[in-house]
């Protein structure tokens, strides 16, 4: 029976949910469109399926498609991104990480990873998260002058805590990452290196930003952010990890694997090979770069004074709204963004001063540049318009008819 006569309660909230993501203006740099083949394999009989283990070794009878499901994942994972060795098990990014930190290091040893309010994530050691918890972290983080990462710093930092593990990735970085020079840091104290691509995954995988592959021991990344797939996570690494990693995801993290998402990653890492997905993650920098531009040309602040990748960060500081206040006011048009922290933020993370912006879900629809510069002369009428409904309302409008013109995969295609 379908959803709707089972549980027409269930089945309407989603109806609901689609409509908000056809009407709006999404930029939120973590999500994307999954595509209706992602759909529909997570959507699977797959996900009756208990396969504790991995292809070959399983702790439960009638694992042959299982296996044949998962033993593609890896193959694909590991052809995109030119890997030795893949963990497509991880539920989310989060416990890709605790798996990274399992096999790469001891519960006490230190850890150096940008910190959570300079750009970021919560399990690169903030103490509100296991990875503050059971690690020693200590953090380097950017430089106020530039807002970029200053290596040399970072340098310092690492020879004098000699950490066992260096911890490269962000949640709002709007710059390349220097891999290599990183690598050249942990190599300099003895660390490991961690690099967390779970922004990035995407452009990477198309190869329109440098990977981190060649340098970490291990790469991490979420396959829901601007790779496109289902929720999850995904571990990339070296052949000599290859069984420490996977003890470390089962039975050290997790029972089961979770054989639906795995077959929606491998429909996604198939996806991602293909002239259309490279071209989109193309068009997303282009994107993000005209949506800097136009922002900049109307006055905002950005962090960085721009962007390398799919995310910009608005310094809200000179507009003296908060971050709270202009996540808000562009959700009443249909614009949606988050609240972020920017460095060196003077309110809490509950206010903040910043926005974080990201390309990859309106490109996926279709948006081009032309509709990027609209949208960034919106965001500037909305901030500067904040509380005036006769903006609010043209605005919505305008939205609405650049809505009306781009379906979205997965939905409306
Ligand atoms: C850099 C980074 N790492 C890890 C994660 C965690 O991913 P998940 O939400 O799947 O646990 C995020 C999520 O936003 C992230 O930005």
Same mark, same amino acid.
């Given at each position: 029976m379908s959803l709707t006569k089972v549980d027409p309660q269930i089945a309407g909230i989603i109806l609901d949910e689609e409509r908000r993501q056809c009407n709006s203006?999404?930029?939120?740099? &973590?999500?994307?469109? &999954?595509?209706?083949? @992602?759909?529909?394999?997570?959507?699977?009989?797959?996900? $009756?399926?208990? #396969?504790?283990?991995?292809?070959?070794?399983?702790?439960?009878?009638?694992?042959?498609?299982?296996?044949?499901?998962?033993?593609?994942?890896?193959?694909?994972?590991?052809?995109?991104?030119?890997?030795?060795?893949? $963990? @497509?098990?991880?539920?989310?990014? &989060?416990?890709?990480?605790?798996?990274a930190y399992m096999t790469l290091i001891d519960y006490g040893d230190t850890i150096l990873s940008m910190a959570l309010d300079q750009g970021g994530h919560l399990t690169h050691g903030s103490p509100i998260s296991f990875s503050g918890k059971l690690y020693r972290p200590v953090f380097y983080g950017i430089d106020r002058e530039t807002g970029q990462i200053d290596y040399d710093e970072v340098e310092k930092i690492a020879i004098k805590n000699m950490p066992k593990l260096l911890v490269v990735g962000s949640s709002s970085y709007p710059r390349i990452l220097d891999y290599q020079r990183f690598r050249q840091? #942990?190599?300099?104290?003895?660390?490991?290196?961690?690099?967390?691509?779970?922004?990035?995954?995407?452009?990477? #995988?198309?190869?329109?930003?440098?990977?981190? @592959?060649?340098?970490?021991?291990?790469?991490?990344?979420?396959?829901?952010?601007?790779?496109?797939?289902?929720?999850?996570?995904?571990?990339?690494?070296?052949?000599?990890? &290859?069984?420490?990693? $996977?003890?470390?995801?089962?039975?050290? !993290?997790?029972?089961?694997p979770q054989m639906h998402a795995i077959a929606a990653k491998a429909v996604a890492f198939h996806e991602a090979k293909q002239p259309q997905f490279i071209a989109c993650q193309r068009a997303t920098l282009e994107n993000a770069k005209v949506l800097a531009d136009g922002l900049l040309a109307g006055g905002i602040q950005l962090v960085t004074g721009g962007t390398d990748n799919h995310r910009l960060l608005i310094d809200l500081t000179p507009t003296g709204i908060t971050g709270k206040i202009a996540e808000s006011a562009l959700g009443e048009v249909n614009i949606t963004v988050n609240k972020n922290a920017i460095p060196f933020d003077s309110r809490p993370p509950g206010?903040?001063?910043?926005?974080?912006?990201?390309?990859?879900?309106?490109?996926?629809?279709?948006?081009?540049?032309?509709?990027?510069?609209?949208?960034?002369? !919106?965001?500037?009428?909305?901030?500067?318009?904040?509380?005036?409904?006769?903006?609010?309302?043209?605005?919505?409008?305008?939205?609405?008819?650049?809505?009306?013109?781009?379906?979205?995969?997965?939905?409306t295609q």
């Open positions: 203006i999404n930029l939120i740099a &973590s999500e994307n469109y &999954s595509s209706k083949a @992602v759909l529909e394999a997570q959507g699977s009989v797959l996900t $009756n399926k208990y #396969a504790e283990g991995y292809p070959g070794k399983r702790y439960y009878g009638g694992c042959k498609y299982a296996d044949q499901v998962e033993e593609l994942a890896l193959h694909r994972a590991k052809e995109l991104f030119g890997a030795e060795y893949a $963990n @497509v098990q991880p539920s989310s990014g &989060s416990t890709a990480n605790m798996a840091i #942990a190599d300099r104290v003895n660390a490991r290196l961690l690099v967390d691509m779970a922004h990035e995954a995407g452009l990477i #995988a198309a190869r329109v930003h440098p990977s981190p @592959v060649p340098y970490a021991d291990i790469a991490t990344a979420t396959t829901h952010k601007s790779l496109r797939g289902p929720r999850g996570g995904l571990i990339l690494c070296r052949a000599t990890y &290859s069984a420490s990693i $996977n003890r470390s995801v089962f039975p050290g !993290l997790q029972g089961g206010l903040t001063s910043g926005i974080r912006l990201g390309t990859s879900a309106l490109t996926t629809r279709g948006f081009g540049t032309e509709e990027m510069a609209k949208i960034a002369h !919106l965001i500037v009428r909305v901030l500067s318009h904040i509380g005036d409904e006769k903006v609010y309302q043209e605005v919505r409008l305008e939205v609405e008819e650049m809505n009306s013109r781009f379906p979205t995969p997965g939905i």
